[in-house]
Nanobody, 119 residues
Framework: VQLVESGGGLVQAGGSLRLSCAAS????????MGWLRQAPGKEREFVASINWSGSSPYYAESVEGRFTISRDNARNTVFLQMTSLKPEDTAVYYC?????????????WGQGTQVTVSS
């Protein structure tokens, strides 16, 4: 199993970034996918998840209305479109896969991509 995140970087507050996660080694279209993040000195926290078909996205309250999760099962890829970014969104963002529901203890993880939002 391999999950490879990309798209992180440095952006000013109010800006946008789009993260991608390319998956391989498992049947992507049958897994729930999600994004979590970990800021320095803090625990990893849930950001967003999406079910196997893409019909049911779910968001943490802190990102609701600003972030959009989506997936392309033909390309084995999940995306996180982030808009109206805030300095408190600064963290390492991880892609995760789970057969049932994505949580902080999910089965598969990527290595993470750094997102830094400057004020």
């Amino acid at each position: 199993v391999q999950l490879v995140e990309s798209g992180g970087g440095l952006v000013q507050a109010g800006g946008s970034l789009r993260l991608s996660c390319a998956a391989s080694g498992f049947t992507f279209s049958t897994y729930a996918m999600g994004w979590l993040r970990q800021a320095p000195g803090k625990e990893r926290e849930f950001v967003a998840s999406i079910n196997w078909s893409g019909s049911s996205p779910y968001y943490a309250e802190s990102v609701e209305g600003r972030f959009t999760i989506s997936r392309d099962n033909a390309r084995n890829t999940v995306f996180l479109q982030m808009t109206s970014l805030k300095p408190e969104d600064t963290a390492v963002y991880y892609c995760a896969a789970d057969l049932y529901i994505v949580t902080t203890t999910s089965e598969y993880w990527g290595q993470g991509t750094q997102v830094t939002v400057s004020s």
